[in-house]
């Protein structure tokens, strides 16, 4: 069955104090593992596509990484501002559709 | 560039009483077209998709569906809602023919509550 677990559910870090989120997945053929950024009242915004592991990209403070069982978003030196819940999903070439995880919600203090 | 919309933002219905959200895609012909639901605390959990007008799937059995009468707009709708409804209604679209399977992007949301 295809799946997504994401931990921790919250994380509450600093400003300017480094951290990882995970993203746990089991899916019968990866299209694609999605990271998107969602604000209170919104909708998800989306952030990075990785589609095979070893790959890596970066948006100012963010880095995903993706490997064959699970992805981590590294966020450095964070800031209030990137206080959100994070989502990441998985596509499954085999049904077609978007697998999402439950989201870890981030608290950035100032 | 493509812009998602959704209207209402917020809505509040008594049990019992029609729904019709509505979503429209700009810049962008022939694109897939999702409807998500979000319950507070949990993941998103698709609903409808559609790959082109008046072809739906429905992926979860409930008194909600959905039309696609135009290229770019998708509609869902209740006869009854129940209090079970309530929740934050998403609709996204991702480009054809990649399928639902790639990049998904995501409209401002509407927040349901049936009272």
């Known amino acids: 069955e295809d799946q997504v677990t994401q931990s921790p559910e919250a994380l509450r870090l600093q400003e300017g104090e480094s951290s990882s989120l995970n993203c746990s997945y089991t899916?019968?053929?990866?299209?694609?593992l999605f990271w998107y950024r969602q604000d209170p009242g919104k909708g998800p915004e989306f952030l990075f596509t990785l589609y095979s592991a070893g790959e890596e990209k970066e948006k100012e403070r963010l880095k995903a990484t993706l490997t064959k069982k699970e992805s981590f978003l590294h966020i450095t030196a964070p800031k209030p501002e990137d206080s959100a819940t994070y989502l990441c999903?998985?596509?499954?070439?085999?049904?077609?559709?978007?697998?999402f995880g439950q989201g870890t919600t981030l608290q950035v203090k100032p | 560039s493509q812009t998602i919309h959704q209207w209402p933002a917020t809505l509040v219905q008594p049990v019992g009483s029609p729904l019709s959200l509505e979503c429209t895609v700009e810049g962008t012909s022939n694109p897939n077209l999702y409807w998500y639901r979000q319950a507070a605390g949990r993941g998103l959990q698709l609903l409808f998709y559609?790959?082109?007008?008046?072809?739906i799937s429905s992926e979860v059995p409930q008194n909600l569906s959905a039309s696609r009468p135009q290229d770019r707009q998708f509609i869902l709708s209740s006869k009854k809602l129940l209090l079970s409804d309530s929740g934050f209604y998403l609709c996204?679209?991702?480009?054809?023919?990649?399928?639902?399977?790639?990049?998904?992007?995501f409209g401002p949301g509407t927040r349901l509550t049936v009272l």
């Open positions: 899916v019968s053929g990866l299209r694609g």
């Open positions: 996204a679209w991702s480009a054809a023919p990649s399928g639902g399977a790639d990049t998904q992007y």
């Open positions: 559609s790959v082109g007008i008046g072809q």
């Open positions: 999903a998985v596509g499954s070439s085999n049904t077609g559709k978007l697998i």
